[in-house]
């Protein structure tokens, strides 16, 4: 199993109140699934994303990535498994806006101590995957939308990650380069890539096998996608 | 990850607010700018004004009548009443100075306007009455012929050795050995020529002639003060040397226990003491503004890395969620911060260094650089950066990748 969750809660203090993200997710997922996480807003998607991406620690609960344990990891340690476990795809892409698509795409093999010519080579290779082998020397700000949304997965994918995390990957595109990025995603699916993806809408979440629907902290339906293949 | 991998990244973000960056700098550039002007300045002077007093030979120190630097007005009617130095004094040095090599006398007359048939120097020549151990003592050299021996001394013999530049105006297109020049009159017959000492500040240090000293006295008499230079066995023996010239010319003169000395001793140092003790506020000040300057800079930058820090919180953000650590974050800040600090301080060096050539090109103070100073430089700027980052850098790395990426 790749991924097991137990119990988890996350609690924040607000003030001098107490609000409860999430009370008690348990889930599992496996290697090389296609899952979506719905929600209406406050239900805890959020919260979630960021506990399984290794952005935040669960308040209790266990979460286990690959077998390791991980619910009480250090920050270095836990930007230690972002790096080398987690390829992050954003709503808002996410580039920064002064280095090229293919300086982008290096950054994690950066913090991850590649030298500079394996690092290019795994960059150019991973841009080549998402099409854009004519665009690496382009700044965010001359590509557009879906192209940049691409630079972004090719990012995400440069570590080979164990899942890539999708937080409304579309939220910010049109609907025709929005499925174009779908269909990148379910190429990744079929070259074995487990995805996950956050999403309010229903015609996104039907690209999926599995749909996670929470609701108050709680995981309200947990089934096989009917539009899935 | 490499730390030089920051080194890219903070030109980048340097570059891209370059007004506001330049801004920043110019509390780091004026700092630097006037270490550097200033050092090189005092370094120039200092280094010429060595080479001025090196006008004596090494281990040499002379005494004679007058301090060697007047300061205040009122220097010379208080030296005025001392004794001249005589024979008599130059004599016993001579005998009972036991750490001394050679002892040389010398009487001076300025203002001189030498001939050679048609030739004629401008009146500004000095004529040097003095002994075979002139050449040494002075760190002088032979150029042409030779120069005047004991022999020539005890026979009051009518011969002169030429300065450079006195040969030359004398004796524009012939060689001047045998010949006769005339000084105040009397005939004196060519033997030798200096070596060319060059000038400092502006001023040849070749226009003298030197006679034996007892023609000296019958050409101009010796109602004057006499120099006696002293050259040491050694460079150890030089301050017992000194020490005991001082006590043989106080016996000498007559100078009673507890009585300062009638009479000043001056060696290649008193210079360059003098000069120390004169530019020693100056660098103060100079320092000082400096200092003041690089905190007013240092505050400056750490305000301009806190924006810095704000306004790309969303990409710490980014960074922290694709693996950069805190210390990844920290360093990339605190580089930042000291390249920030470093380019203004290689401007400040470029600028400092122009300005001293160009005070050197229409004064005629010299520019020197000491390279310490600007290695100096350099680490200052880099510790101001370091100092004064640690802080933003900080507030980045603990940044919450998750609110840091929610920042818009």
New interface residues.
Partial sequence: MLIQLENITKNYQVGTVTVTALQGIRMDIDHNEYVAIMGPSGSGKSTLM?IL?C??TPSSGSYLLNNNRISDLD??RL??I???EIG?V?QTF???P??NALQNVE??L????LPAAKRRTQARDALASVGLADRMDHKPNELSGGQRQRVAIA?ALV?NPSIILADEPTGNLDSRTGDEIMEIFEGLHEAGNTIILVTHEEYIAEHTDRIVRLRDGLIERDEAANGGH | MQLAENIPIALTAVRANKMRSILTLLGIIIGVMTIITMQSLITGLRKSIHEQVTALGSNVFQVQKFPAIHTGGDMFRKYRNRKNITLKEYEAVKEHVTAAKSVGAEYWMGGQELRHGEHKTLPIISVCGGTPEFIDNNGYEIGDGRFITPQDVDHNRQYVVLGADVARQLFPYDDPLQKEIKISGRRFEVIGVLQSRGSTFGQSRDTYVVIPIGSFIKVFGKERSLNITVQAISAELYNTAMEQTTGVMRVVRKVPPGEPNDFDIFSNDTLIEFFDNLTRYVRIVAIAIASISLLVAGIGIMNIMLVSVTERTREIGIRKSIGAKRRDVLWQFLIEAIVLSEAGGVIGIVLGLTLARLVALVSPVPAAVPIWTVVLGLLFCSAVGLIFGVYPATKAARLDPIVALRFE
């Fill in positions: 960021n991406g952005l935040d920050d270095d930007a230690e972002r790096n080398r992050f954003f996410n580039l920064l002064r280095a950054l994690p950066i913090y991850r101590g990012r570590n």
